[in-house]
């Protein structure tokens, strides 16, 4: 009993340790964001903020602010999108056997794995075309190219698992398809819903080569190109980058604490593919 | 009331009867595999649009002569396999690739190893565990931008973090036989999550009651691994480092946040490279040069996409 204690007790241990090591870069990212711009070039620096400051969050709120909104707007304009076009799909491939199913999910399975780099150079010549180029819809769409695969193929899933005699007494009470999906297969797959509309949002909030590629000038920024653009203007200010830094962490980690189990399975639903 | 009436009129007329009823059954069907169509035809032109035609296009721009006069006029002339025959023959080209190599393998060993070894740690029960893994999964939560400005931060030579602890006096940025190996210090921090999640699912799957039989008969912990773990988690393996060698081969935030691909293209990958040719060459761009690495870097990552696939078919289908 005792060496159980004991061995539980080291396990705890290692655990805390190994996990503290792991998320140390981030700790340091909110230490440093705390630190005085005269303690920045310290050696060796200060672990904790013991003498904090709130200047570089001032001075990240200042200026990126709008950086902060924008990416607001373009992922929540990004999930809305996903789900539009998801979710029939999602429906028709899983309950209503249509005919494609299969090529479509090898499509997105195949899709997945394309280089961002390949999509994006074929976009700037398409949006150059079309007049796209720092756009909201624009890049809305483009960063819906990494949410739609993963929505469809998790969405799918979750509805196949949806019994098909839930469906046939609906349609026998005499729903039609889409009053079957709209009453039936939405509420029941929720869940399912809610990850693929949570992934859609980080996803469009953590996109960067997108934003970089197909956008020009300062009309639509989103943090994480404000942030880049950031760290080549602040040199002295590593404080202010830093407090931008946690700020574009707050959905992410937001997410991660009251919208686990949602995470969890999209965490699995990602890994996996199927 | 109309089948009494068939079944009245006798045998003949009820055969021309089902036949006519079997073809209204074959266009009812038609008719509801059209409209289940309607539901998934949405995704098929916007997998036309944002899937096929990129990678045509950029095939196509890899043959033209895009140069920097046609970001503003649009024309560029078909030149063939010119675009191919210069990157070749570009020295980037060789570093690039190398680069590439090193950048994958080696972050790939390094997250699966640390990856593995975690899961097998937290696969023992104890209390908190669970709330371990939860938050080791942030970083993968978070943008990599952020996590790559951290880095950078942490890589710099004169205050950065990492030279105080290690006690060394490494420009990680700024020195081209080290810039790599900074990027990939922070990339294999970055996968580490990934690996963590999908190995520790598939130890989860493997029956307790053969560690427990194993025990019995003496076999201690590394017996314990290396002939019932290891050979087990085999398939979970291969989509581990099937996938994770896509996703890296890809990686673009990551590099260019840190270094840029530079100094002078030493950590400079083919994603990276790709980019640099098309949108960051001043008046030297050529979105035709950025085109052809890209179609370079498509056609690996499709053929490592199909073994993927094929492997987790196999898996699924046993």
């Not at chain 1, 060496?3 to 870069?25: E, H, M, S, W």
């Not at chain 2, 960051?280 to 990552?301: D, P, R």
Request: one cysteine or more; aromatic letters at 12%.
């Amino acid at each position: 009993m005792k060496v159980r204690r004991i061995r539980t007790g080291t396990d705890v241990l290692i655990g805390t340790v190994l996990c503290a090591g792991l998320l140390f870069p981030l700790y340091w990212m909110i230490n440093v964001s705390l630190t005085k711009p005269q303690d920045l070039a310290r050696i060796p620096p200060y672990i904790f903020p013991l003498d904090p400051t709130f200047d570089g969050y001032r001075l990240a709120l200042d200026k990126n602010l709008g950086a902060l909104s924008t990416s607001m707007v373009i992922g929540l304009g990004t999930v809305v999108l996903t789900l539009l076009i998801a979710l029939p799909a999602a429906y028709g491939m899983s309950k209503l056997r249509a005919p494609g199913t299969g090529a479509v999910l090898f499509m997105f399975l195949l899709a997945q794995m394309i280089p961002s780099v390949v999509l994006v150079t074929a976009l700037f010549a398409l949006y150059k075309q079309l007049g796209l180029l720092t756009t909201h819809v624009g890049l809305m769409l483009a960063d819906s190219t990494a949410s739609v695969p993963f929505a469809i193929i998790l969405l799918q899933a979750f509805m196949r698992a949806i019994p098909d005699e839930i469906l046939e007494s609906a349609r026998i009470d005499g729903a039609g398809r889409i009053r079957s999906f709209t009453a039936i297969v939405l509420p029941l797959s929720r869940n399912a819903v809610v990850t693929a509309g949570l992934f859609a949002f980080l996803f469009a909030w953590g996109d960067f080569l997108n934003a970089k590629t197909l956008t020009s000038g300062n009309e639509i920024v989103p943090i994480t190109l404000a942030l880049f653009r950031f760290i080549g203007a602040e040199v002295t200010n590593w404080n202010a980058v830093m407090a931008s830094a946690v700020l574009a962490s707050i959905p992410g980690t937001f997410l991660l604490v009251f919208a686990q189990r949602y995470v969890a399975a999209g965490v699995t639903a990602g890994a996996v593919k199927d | 009331m109309s089948s009494a009436i068939t079944r009245a009129a006798g045998p003949a007329a009820g055969t021309r009867d089902d036949e006519s009823r079997r073809a209204a059954r074959r266009r009812a069907t038609r008719r509801s595999q059209l409209a289940a169509f309607g539901f998934i035809a949405p995704v098929v032109v916007y997998i036309a649009v944002f899937f096929l035609y990129p990678i045509i296009r950029t095939g196509q721009l890899s043959l033209l002569d895009y140069d920097f006069q046609s970001y503003f006029s649009g024309e560029a002339p078909f030149i063939g396999l010119d675009n191919y025959a210069a990157i070749f023959a570009n020295p980037v080209f060789t570093m690039v690739i190398r680069n590439t190599i090193v950048f994958t393998l080696v972050s790939l060993v390094f997250q699966y190893v640390i990856g593995l070894a975690l899961a097998v740690f937290f696969s023992r029960r104890f209390p908190l565990s669970a709330v371990f893994r939860g938050l080791i999964l942030i970083p993968w939560l978070l943008p990599v931008v952020v996590s790559a400005t951290t880095w950078r931060w942490m890589l710099y030579k004169d205050y950065g973090l990492f030279n105080t602890l290690l006690g060394t006096d490494v420009a990680w940025l700024a020195d081209p036989s080290w810039s790599l190996w900074g990027v990939i210090l922070a990339n294999i921090w970055l996968g580490i999550p990934f690996n963590l999640v999908l190995l520790y699912g598939g130890l989860q799957a493997i029956p307790g009651t053969l560690y427990e039989a194993a025990a019995l008969d003496g076999a201690g912990a590394w017996h314990r691994f290396r002939h019932i773990t290891w050979p087990l988690l085999r398939p979970v393996t291969a989509v581990t480092v099937l996938l994770g060698l896509i996703y890296t081969i890809k990686a673009f935030d990551i590099v260019w946040v840190i270094t840029e691909g530079g100094p002078v293209d030493s950590s400079q990958t083919l994603a990276t490279w790709s980019y640099k040719l098309s949108f960051e060459g001043g008046t030297e761009q050529s979105l035709s040069l950025g085109a052809t690495v890209a179609t370079l870097l498509f056609l690996v990552a499709l053929v490592f996409g199909l073994i993927y696939i094929r492997s987790a078919r196999k898996e699924v289908t046993g």
